[in-house]
């Protein structure tokens, strides 16, 4: 199994709105482009969008299903990837101070994926999850206008740097 994990700057809510919003699946996610719901509200059980992975001039049309969700902290997912199989993506969030802990675990579950598994898929999957979760992280660590992820701003009286410290 392809077990992954990042620490995020920013809290398990924050991570979670990225996540639960179906139109920002394209811009965490390696591969798809064009995501479109197909049915049910993202992200609850049963819930799917479809959308395109290119691979050169070849297109494959997949789709994603929620089959679990624990509103704030899991997420488990069903890519099915036409003659490929299906996959099993699970994504845990634990609290880690104010930040979030972003576990990522996928395996096959069905045809020619599961068939093939081996030690050099596990290398791509782990490839695939490293740019997958600097994607999130990116997105939910933002400090541009409209925050994702709504990090509030330093309180008055708050300890931490002095302007312009630790610059040389």
């Not at 709105?17 to 591969?31: C, F, S, T």
């Not at 400090?143 to 610059?167: L, N, S, T, Y």
């Amino acid at each position: 199994m392809a077990v992954r994990h990042r620490l995020i700057q920013a809290s398990p809510q924050a991570v979670w709105e990225v996540l639960a919003d179906g139109n920002q699946y394209v811009e965490w996610v390696v591969g798809p482009s064009a995501v479109s719901p197909t049915r049910g509200q993202w992200p609850q059980v049963g819930a799917a969008i479809a959308y395109e992975v290119c691979l050169g001039p070849v297109r494959l049309s997949n789709e994603t299903v929620v089959r679990h969700c624990v509103e704030g902290s899991e997420l488990e997912l069903e890519a099915h990837a036409g003659s490929l199989g299906t996959a099993r993506i699970a994504i845990e969030l634990r609290p880690w101070g104010e930040n979030c802990l972003v576990i990522v675990d996928e395996h096959p579950l069905r045809g020619a994926g599961g068939l093939l598994h081996n030690t050099g898929v596990e290398v791509l999957i782990q490839l695939r999850h490293r740019a997958m979760l600097a994607r999130l992280a990116k997105l939910c660590e933002a400090e541009a206008d409209g925050d994702r992820c709504g990090r509030e701003p330093a309180r008055e009286g708050a300890v931490g740097p002095a302007p312009g410290a630790g610059r040389a």
